[in-house]
């Protein structure tokens, strides 16, 4: 009589764990575009026709107009080897003299502990070191700086020398707003800086 055969299948483990399936975001990488030219030959919409060309996605940008020049920051990801042949497409544009074009590969930005958004807008009679005052009242008190845009213009009215700034911060949720506003007004009061600092509104 014949022995029976055993027949081992194997065992089903189950689909994998959404921790063990990598996210889109481990499979790109990024890269941090930045150029700068004279406001006329602006390089904006030729750069970002190479980024779609090459497969990548922009992720983030910021352009600025700055004296006769315009600045631009620009955030790709993709693939290894799209980002590789963006590169390579960036190089051939960085030989215009005009252009100072500049990049390099970096990562999505890590989640870290929960910051709350908020504006902070001044305005004052312009003077040396206002923006050093500002800065450094929130960088003390460990709020992040996000983005920031100033500027100095003469009032229409009497033609007086201002300042103008515009930040938006992040701030440690632990932080007590109201205690943060109040030593703020404090310090802005006794440079004489009219200035407001209000939750960001989306």
């Not at 990562?107 to 910051?115: D, G, K, L, N, T």
Request: glycine share 6%.
């Amino acid at each position: 009589m014949p022995c029976p055969v055993m027949v081992l299948h194997p065992s089903f483990e189950g689909p994998p764990h959404l921790s063990q399936i990598p996210s889109r975001s481990s499979l790109e990488s990024q890269l941090l575009i930045q150029a700068l030219s004279p406001s006329r030959q602006s390089p904006l919409l030729g750069l970002v026709k190479r980024i779609a060309d090459a497969g990548c996605n922009l992720v983030d940008s910021r352009v600025a107009s700055i004296g006769a020049n315009t600045s631009l920051m620009l955030l790709a990801s993709g693939s290894w080897d799209s980002l590789a042949k963006l590169e390579s497409a960036l190089g051939k544009l960085h030989r215009d003299d005009a252009l100072h074009l500049s990049w390099y590969r970096t990562e999505p930005q890590p989640s870290e502990e929960q910051r709350l958004p908020y504006i902070v807008e001044v305005v004052a009679a312009d003077r040396p070191g206002i923006l050093v005052r500002i800065l450094d009242f929130f960088v003390q008190r460990g709020v992040l700086i996000d983005q920031l845009n100033s500027m100095r213009y003469q009032a229409m009215q009497t033609g007086a020398d201002m300042f103008q700034a515009q930040l938006t911060i992040g701030v440690p949720a632990q932080t007590h707003i109201a205690h943060l506003r109040e030593d703020f007004q404090e310090m802005c009061d006794g440079h004489n800086f009219d200035a407001i600092l209000d939750p960001v509104k989306f």
